[in-house]
């Protein structure tokens, strides 16, 4: 499962205590650490450590000569979706 392979994983945990997948010991251990955090409203323990990455604004890039082109895509007549014969 996801909680094995992120333990700190809240959605995993959350996930895995509402759909009762856990062994009673491991489910009681889990559901502490889900209801402390809908108490504390974190989404999940470490976010206060996390930093925020900040983003290089640069030039906007512009598309020159973009040319449009029909990819010949229409259906006419007796052609298209349900109108085949057997």
Excluded: F
């Excluded at 996801?2 to 959350?14: K, V």
């Excluded at 052609?79 to 014969?85: F, S, V, Y």
């Amino acid at each position: 499962t996801l909680l094995r392979q992120r333990p700190d994983s809240a959605m995993a945990q959350e996930w895995c205590v509402n759909y009762g997948v856990l062994h009673a010991d491991e489910a009681a251990k889990v559901h502490k650490i889900v209801m402390k955090r809908k108490k504390t409203g974190n989404p999940t323990p470490s976010s206060t450590s996390k930093t925020k990455k900040t983003r290089k604004v640069g030039k906007k890039k512009r598309v020159v000569g973009d040319v449009g082109y029909d990819a010949d895509m229409q259906t006419g007549g007796s052609e298209g979706m349900g109108t085949a014969t057997l």
